[in-house]
């Protein structure tokens, strides 16, 4: 006789949940019944909307057709995010993902630009990555390289409709066996530190081995303290708008800094997504709302909605048998698009530890290990944007004095006296992220690597020359944004 199989639930539709559905519809088996519950009435954030590149992989592992998935999200490619004056107003510089220049043997690349940089052959670290100049040059490409074997890959994500995307995953989902059920919960049972059941304003009632908890803001599941991160991460408030496409058709997200926070513009096919992430101790609602009304490319779609947050984690992401996965875990404000990425994180992370009929303490333990490193790193990473800033306003002041994480105050140390940046473990955000941020925010390390003080001048001079002109070389070669997405534009299925 077979064994009963492993029930999974699903509470919430949004990003989080069709994401996880897909997936756990993708790898799991005959032994596994899943099943979402989602409220129609109640609805999803419907926001975001940008993604950082390994959310391909999701798509590649899950065996999604890029274009047709772009064509059905309205989606536009993302090499990058450009952060406008968030040193100073009106200064710019990039996050463009890729690599910068060429290492040379152990010594990163940053160490010869530095000390280009004091010989006066170093141009800014912009001219040195082929996907922040393919960005400013409005242009993308895919597949090898154009011009010379030697052209590193120019590594790209997604800018998509996140509602769109829902219902494409939900079709997807649906498609490989998970049952959808919609309907209110109502009440959810409980039994010491494990949900045992979950009631529908229907009355119906829904039991399982293992709940995920995908209610996002709702929280409704999980049960674990919240840890605060609002002393590091003030901005608690986001008015979102989408607008009419009038401006740019940008391969990147722009984040804008105003006086208390930063607001973001995603470009898709068929409209621009803004909205403006503030503090609400430094800003009223009305405020951020007219400011985020004057800076639009095109006349508003819609009436702007605030969303409100607050920046943290649960102490423990898993607890008794429910994950929390999506914003019913964690909050961290869009500023690096992090949050679809810790969806796809989490979920493969919950698919290497997956419990059976019942939760084992030591994979819930290590679920948890590995959830906080990861989102404590991204913390770090969002918290240096602010900290360096030389803005007048109150609140930039402010962020400029906060106390710092020891292990960010530690990365800025080691860098700005010598130029390293070591990345520990699984850590998502690379060297050369750090290193544009940091730079980009005006911290020139003091020193480089002994290594790069070896290269006679000229050669330096001519070796940053050589990079320069290959990748502009490159980038003169690739389709304009619009372009390369009608050559590649499918029909979406009906
Ligand atoms: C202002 C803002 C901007 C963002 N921008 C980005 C970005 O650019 N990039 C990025 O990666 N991430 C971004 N995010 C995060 C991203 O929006 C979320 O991570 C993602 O949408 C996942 O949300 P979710 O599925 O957890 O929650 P939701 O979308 O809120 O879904 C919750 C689901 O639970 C259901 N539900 C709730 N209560 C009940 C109930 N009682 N009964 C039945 N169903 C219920 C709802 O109906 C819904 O289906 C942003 C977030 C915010 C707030």
Known sequence: MQDDPIRIVIAGGGTAGWMTAAALGRFLGEGFSVRLIESDAIGTVGVGEATIPQVRLFNQALGIDEDEFLAATQGSYKLGIEFVGWHTPGHRYMHAFGDIGRDVGLVPFQHYWRRALDLGSARPLSHYSLN?????AGRMHRGGPITARTIPPLPYAFHFDAGLYAAYLRRFAEALGVRRTEGRIADVERQGAEVRALRLASGERIEADLFIDCTGFYELLIDSDFEDWSHWLPCDRAVAVPCATGGEFTPYTR????????????PLRHRTGN?????????????????????????PVGEPRTLRFTAGKRREAWSGNVVGIGLSSAFLEPLESTSIFLIQSAIQRLLKLLPGK???????????????????????????????NERPEPFWAEMRAMELPNTLSAKLDLFAASGRITREHEELFTEVGWLQVMIGQGLLPEGYHPLAGAIPETELAEYMDTIEKLYAREVAQMPSHADFIARHSKKVPA
């Open 132 to 136: 922040e100049m393919a960005a400013r």
């Open 255 to 266: 984040a804008t800094a105003h006086a208390a926070g930063w607001q973001w513009r995603i």
């Open 275 to 299: 909205g403006h992430v503030f503090s609400s101790r430094h800003m009223s609602e009305d405020e951020a709302t007219a400011i985020l009304l004057d800076n639009l490319d095109a006349e």
């Open 358 to 388: 019942t939760v084992r303490p030591a994979d819930r333990a290590e679920y948890n290990r590995q959830t906080d490193f990861e989102i404590e790193r991204i913390r770090d990473f969002i918290i240096l944007h602010y900290v360096l």
